[in-house]
C-alpha cells in the first residue's frame, strides 16, 4: 500500500444526461433519463433530477416512464458523449502516463507515475485542479477519489457525488470500510450480497470478523481470499495504462419476439457487418465468431467456431454466423440477437477469404438487385430518434423533440442559448430537415468559473483522532441532485476556509496555479411564450411517444 493518496479515480456525474442538458437549454434542471426508448429497453443514465423520483441506470424503461412520466426520455447519442470522453481522457493524460479507463466517463490515474502529486497536499489540488480543467473544457462536472489504492479511490469518488472531491488519508481505511455494506466491495453483487447476509454478514466489519476460513466455505477459495483482502483494506493492484481488448460483439434486443426464421437470419447477417465495422474501426481481426441467442423464455445460448486464423472479411463472419444459427431452435422466438469475434489480432489471414461464397461486399455500400419491370420499393419514412441534431434550412439547429405519425417536432436551440428555444413541428419527409452534427458545449474563450472550490472537513467522518481527515470539496452554486439528503448533509461536513490553488514539491520552486475559465450553463427559464410557436402544449417537457428505434418525445404541460 502507498504512503499517499496519489491514486486518482474521476467519475463524470450523470454522464450522458448531464451532457444532454448542457446541449439542450430547456432541459437544464428538468428530469432526463437516456437510453432504450423501446418497450424491452434499459436506461443507460439518469439525471440527478430523475434519480429523485427513483430512476436509476439498468432499470427497465417500462420502469422508469411509470416513475418518472414527464421526464425527458431520449436515445443515446454515443458519438457526442465519446467526442467529451476523449477530451477528458486527454485531461488525464496530461496528468499520468498512467490511465486506467473504465467506461466513457471514469476512469483511474496513477498521479504518481506522472509527478502529478506526491503527497496529500499536492494531491488536493491536482484533483481540484482537474476538476475545474473539466469543466473549462466540457461544460461538466466529475466527481474526484484520491486514495493510496484504487478500491479506496473508488469508494472515495462515490461519496463525492455530485461535483465534489473527496480524498481518504492512508491509514484511514479500515476505519471507513468497516460500517459499509459488504455490496460496496467490488466482486460483490446481489447474489454473493444475498448469500452473506444468509449467513449473517452485512457489513465489511463483519467480514473481517468471520475469518478468512469462514469466506472460503461461503463463497468459495478464490472469491473468499479477494473478499477477505478487500475488507482489511489490502489492494495493490496497480493502474494499468493499456487493457487488451479481448472481444468485440453487437447485439440487439428486439421490442416484439422474432418469429419467423428468415427474417431471424436477416438479423444474423446484419450483426455480423455491424460487427465487422467495428472490428475494422479497431484495426482488428478475430478468428472465433460468436453467436448469442436470448430466446422467448429468457433462455440464452451460445454457439462459437473457430477458424484457421484471424480475419475482418464479413463474407467470413456471416457465413460463420449463419452456420452457428443452423444448430439453434429458434421456433418459439427470439427476443435478443448478438454477433461477437474474439480471439483477437491486429492481422488478417489472407487465405480466410477463400472460405466466403460469391463476390465480397462492401460494408459502406448496400446492394439491391431489382427484377427487369418490378416495380420500385416505396421509400421508407426517415427516422428522427428523440434527442438527436437536426439543421433545418430556415430555423437552423435543433434537436428532435417527438416523432410518430409522419410528423417530427424539433426545439430550436443551441448549448450557448439562456433559455429555450422555439418549437416548430414539420413532415418526417420535410426536404429543409436533415440530421445534424452536434454542436459543441463549451465555445473557445467562454466566461470564467464562479470561483474557487471551497474545501469541506468532514469531522468524525471515520478518522482517528490525531490523524488527518477526510477532506471533501465542492463548487460553490452547483445544484445538489437530492437536497433532502446530499452527500454533504449524510456526512456531517461542515465548511472551512478554501485553500489556494497551489502545489509545491519540496525540490521545486513554488508555482501558482489559476482555475481555468469557463462558461457554466445557465438556469432554465421555463417554457418559451413565443406567439409563433406551433406547438399547442409547452414542451420544456418532452414525454416519451412509445415507438420503437426512438419513437418522438411529445410535450405535456
Known amino acids: 500500500m502507498r504512503t499517499a493518496p496519489t491514486i486518482l479515480h474521476l467519475d463524470m456525474d450523470a454522464f450522458f444526461a448531464s451532457a444532454e442538458q448542457a446541449s439542450k437549454p430547456s432541459l437544464r434542471g428538468k428530469a432526463v433519463v437516456v437510453g432504450g426508448l423501446g418497450p424491452r429497453g434499459v436506461v443507460a443514465t439518469a439525471s440527478y433530477e430523475a434519480r429523485v423520483f427513483g430512476v436509476n441506470s439498468a432499470m427497465p424503461m417500462a420502469q422508469a416512464r411509470r416513475l418518472a412520466p414527464n421526464a425527458a426520455y431520449l436515445v443515446p447519442r454515443f458519438g457526442f458523449y465519446r467526442s467529451i470522453s476523449e477530451q477528458v481522457m486527454g485531461l488525464l493524460r496530461a496528468l499520468s502516463p498512467l490511465v486506467e479507463p473504465l467506461s466513457l466517463d471514469e476512469a483511474f490515474v496513477d498521479l504518481e507515475a506522472g509527478g502529478a502529486a506526491w503527497d496529500a497536499e499536492s494531491a488536493q489540488l491536482t484533483g481540484a485542479r482537474l476538476r475545474a480543467d473539466i469543466r473549462a473544457v466540457t461544460g461538466l462536472t466529475g466527481s474526484v477519489g484520491l486514495a493510496a489504492s484504487k478500491m479506496i479511490a473508488k469508494i472515495a469518488s462515490e461519496r463525492a ?10 491509514g484511514t481505511e479500515r476505519t471507513l ?8 466491495l467490488p466482486g460483490v453483487g446481489p447474489a454473493t450480497g444475498d448469500h452473506l447476509r444468509r449467513a449473517g454478514i452485512t457489513t465489511v466489519d ?18 473468499g481470499h479477494a473478499l477477505y483482502a478487500m475488507a482489511l483494506a489490502h489492494d495493490e493492484r496497480p493502474v494499468v495504462a493499456e487493457r487488451e481488448t479481448k472481444s468485440v460483439s453487437v447485439e440487439d434486443t428486439y421490442d416484439v419476439d422474432i418469429h419467423d426464421r428468415i427474417r431471424v437470419g436477416l438479423e444474423v447477417q446484419r450483426l455480423a457487418d455491424r460487427c465487422v465495422r467495428r ?15 436470448r430466446r422467448y423464455d429468457f433462455s440464452t445460448l451460445t454457439r462459437s467456431e473457430t477458424l484457421r486464423g484471424p480475419t475482418d472479411d464479413p463474407g467470413v463472419v456471416r457465413e460463420a454466423a449463419a452456420r452457428l444459427l443452423d444448430s439453434v431452435d429458434t421456433t418459439g422466438g427470439v427476443r ?3 454477433v461477437g469475434v474474439s480471439g483477437l489480432a491486429d492481422y488478417t489471414q489472407e487465405d480466410l477469404f477463400a472460405q466466403a461464397a460469391g463476390e465480397p461486399v462492401l460494408l459502406d455500400e448496400e446492394h439491391t438487385e431489382e427484377e427487369p419491370g418490378e416495380e420500385p420499393a416505396a421509400p421508407v419514412e426517415r427516422r428522427w430518434p428523440a434527442g438527436h441534431d437536426v439543421r ?3 430555423f437552423g439547429h435543433g434537436w428532435v423533440q417527438g416523432s410518430g405519425l409522419g410528423r417530427v417536432t424539433v426545439r430550436f436551440e443551441t448549448p450557448e442559448d439562456v433559455g429555450p428555444g422555439r418549437v416548430r413541428t414539420f413532415r418526417t419527409d420535410d426536404p429543409e430537415l436533415e440530421p445534424a452534427e452536434p454542436l459543441p458545449l463549451v465555445t473557445r474563450g467562454a466566461g470564467g468559473l464562479p470561483g474557487a472550490p471551497v474545501p469541506l472537513v468532514a469531522p468524525g467522518f ?11 470539496e465542492s463548487s460553490p452554486g452547483v445544484p445538489q441532485a437530492e437536497p433532502p439528503s446530499s452527500d454533504a448533509s449524510r456526512n456531517g461536513l461542515t465548511p472551512t476556509a478554501p485553500t489556494p490553488l497551489v502545489a509545491t514539491h519540496p525540490d521545486a520552486p513554488s508555482a501558482a496555479y489559476s482555475p481555468s475559465e469557463a462558461r457554466r450553463p445557465g438556469d432554465d427559464e421555463g417554457p418559451s411564450d413565443d406567439p409563433d410557436q406551433v406547438s399547442s402544449d409547452p414542451a420544456s417537457l418532452p414525454k416519451s411517444w412509445s415507438g420503437r428505434d426512438g419513437g418522438g418525445a411529445t410535450s405535456r404541460p
Do not use: C, Q, Y
Open 161 to 170: 457525488k455530485p461535483d465534489g472531491l473527496v480524498m481518504i488519508e492512508p
Open 177 to 184: 470500510l468497516g460500517p459499509l455494506s459488504v455490496r460496496t
Open 206 to 223: 463483519e467480514i473481517a470478523e468471520a475469518g478468512e476460513d469462514e469466506l472460503v466455505r461461503l463463497v468459495g477459495k478464490a472469491h
Open 279 to 293: 472490428l475494422r474501426a479497431a484495426g482488428l481481426s478475430g478468428r472465433t465468431i460468436v453467436l448469442k441467442v
Open 336 to 338: 435478443l440477437l448478438g
Open 392 to 394: 433545418h434550412a430556415g
Open 462 to 472: 471515520g478518522v482517528p483522532s490525531g490523524e488527518s481527515p477526510v477532506l471533501v
